[in-house]
Nanobody, 120 residues
């Protein structure tokens, strides 16, 4: 079983910065892709950024140039550094981990979500 613990959300002013972290724990699961998604009331959950086990990153156009995703494989942790935050970045941010279980089947796991609010 894989468990995800998120932290780093909060209230910031426009133009401010925030760093989210998500630590995975458990055994019998080989992590491949880690990422961050966000969702606002009445809207679908959209991808913000992803990073593969090889370090390849992808970003949504809305955050490109303002956010950086990274991972620490030893700690099984993924980070999202967010700069120049805008009110439209306000959402619940969810950590996602994908990989292969010991029986060679693919699974993905979600964190509980952390609130990010950008407001003056």
């Amino acid at each position: 079983q894989v468990q995800l613990v998120e932290s780093g959300g909060g209230l910031v002013q426009p133009g401010g910065s925030l760093r989210l972290s998500c630590a995975a724990s458990g055994s019998g699961f080989g992590i491949s892709v880690m990422g961050w998604y966000r969702q606002t009331p009445g809207k679908q959950r959209d991808v913000v950024a992803t990073i593969t086990n090889a370090g390849r990153t992808n970003y949504a156009d809305s955050v490109k140039g303002r956010c950086t995703i990274s991972r620490d494989n030893a700690k099984k942790t993924v980070y999202l550094q967010m700069n120049s935050l805008k009110p439209e970045d306000t959402a619940v941010y969810y950590c996602n981990v994908r990989g292969t279980r010991w029986d060679f089947k693919d699974y993905d796991y979600w964190g509980q979500g952390t609130q990010v609010t950008v407001s003056s």
